[in-house]
């Protein structure tokens, strides 16, 4: 019976690497301006969830076991995870070292298949989501994020937003020491698309309009920048962790396409959540889509059946109760079942992107991912 089968915990699976994670976080974070390194470092006190670094580490398992593209094996035994993270007094360019260490970390996989390279990628995807927390906690004036005041609630906006660099610098001196051109050029366009998706949310529709209509295009749109701001680091860090590996172009390909559809879905759940959680239970405010003129999937599904919502869109539900109204009329909608049902399409397709990859622990992690993304509560 389906009680007896025993639960699948990603986490377990590589419960190793993830114990070090957000230790040499801190560690690639370290600065010699104490309120800096506070800042900096603020959003790895709360445990987050570490979904992507996870992600990472499970693709990189997983794919150990697929196939090899030979002329990629030069660049796997090139890519080194070596960094020096040496804290200098003010990280001044005449402390900085760039071959320190290089020859000395290993460059061979672990007894689990994941390269030292593989676990610094891990490391780096979650330091550039974090610095777009950090900056996107400044431009939706959050208060609260993991439980605790926001970033820029406790160090105000002009820290928040200069520890996001920092934190982009570093994941780039990560980034360059893996000695990986492609690696490298995925992950800064990656950079690149987290502002692209953010502008594109800064208006709700491809046209400025006061009273849009709705469209095929109205959720092209918002699945377009719903990939560039959630789906393309996800995506393309699991590219990145297949072609660490060495591994061959239809892996290569089936990594992207896991990860594309899997943050797709993830960020589908997360505006779903918004409307049907509680503050309390996110730890972070609930409902706060409209209040910042955000039209998501839940509302974009019940503006196709209710045309009077067009008009609250294009003033970005700004007039006195524009927001409740709004709520009230996607509640009564099917917009969140909609939601859900294209969050559980995309989900499956995630888990059909693996059917090439040979049976594994790893691959029953990735498959569980896609599973609990579309059973998650907050
Ligand atoms: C969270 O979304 C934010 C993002 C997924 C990306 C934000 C991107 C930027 C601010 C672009 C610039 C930043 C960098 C580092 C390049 P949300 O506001 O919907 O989620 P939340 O409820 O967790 O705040
Ligand atoms: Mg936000
Ligand atoms: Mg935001």
């Given amino acids: 019976t389906k009680g007896d089968l025993p639960t699948i915990d990603p986490l377990r699976i590589v419960a190793k690497e993830m114990k070090f994670l957000t230790g040499n976080i801190r560690k690639l974070l370290g600065s010699g301006h104490p309120s800096l390194d506070r800042a900096a470092k603020y959003y790895t006190q709360s445990e987050g969830k570490h979904i992507r670094p996870l992600i990472v580490l499970l693709m990189s398992r ?24 040496s804290i200098s007094p003010l990280s001044i360019l005449a402390d900085y070292n760039p071959s320190a260490g290089a020859e000395s970390e290993p460059v061979l996989a672990d007894a689990d298949g994941i390269l030292p390279s593989q676990r610094r990628l891990a490391e780096i995807t979650e330091l550039i989501h974090t610095a777009s927390l950090l900056h996107d906690d400044v431009i939706d004036h959050s208060v609260s994020r993991r439980g605790a005041p926001s970033a820029n609630l406790e160090f105000g906006n002009k820290m928040a937003v200069l520890a996001g660099d920092f934190l982009l610098g570093r994941a780039s001196v990560a980034l360059a ?17 987290l502002v692209e998706g953010e502008f ?79 503050e309390k239970e996110l730890g972070k405010p609930a409902g706060a889509d409209l209040e910042l003129g955000l039209a998501t999937a839940p ?62 622990e790893a691959k029953d992690g990735l498959v569980e991912m896609a599973v609990k993304t579309l059973q998650r509560k907050k």
């Fill in 200 to 278: 594109m949310q800064l208006k709700n529709t491809a046209r400025d309009e006061t009273n849009p209509q709705w469209s095929e295009d109205t959720l092209t749109y918002y699945l377009q920048k719903t990939y560039l701001k959630t789906a393309s680091l996800i995506s393309k860090s699991c590219r990145a962790a297949a072609l660490l590996g060495g591994a061959d172009a239809q892996t290569v390909d089936a990594a992207y396409n896991y990860g594309k559809n899997l943050g797709l879905a993830f960020q589908l759940v997360d505006d779903m959540l918004d409307y049907t959680r509680s």
């Fill in 62 to 85: 997983a794919t150990s076991l697929c196939p090899k593209a030979p002329h990629r094996q030069q660049a796997t035994l090139q890519a080194s995870a070596a960094i020096d993270t």
């Fill in 177 to 193: 020491r893996l000695r990986h051109a492609e690696v490298i050029e995925l992950l800064a366009t990656v950079i690149a698309n």
């Fill in 299 to 360: 509302l974009l599904f019940a503006w196709k059946t209710i045309p009077e919502l067009g008009a609250l869109v294009g003033r970005k539900f700004s007039q006195e109760g524009d927001v409740e109204r709004a709520r009230n009329l996607v509640m009564q909608s099917d917009g969140i079942e909609q939601t859900r049902a294209l969050a559980q399409d995309y989900a499956d397709k995630a888990i059909a992107s693996l059917s090439l990859f040979p049976e594994s």
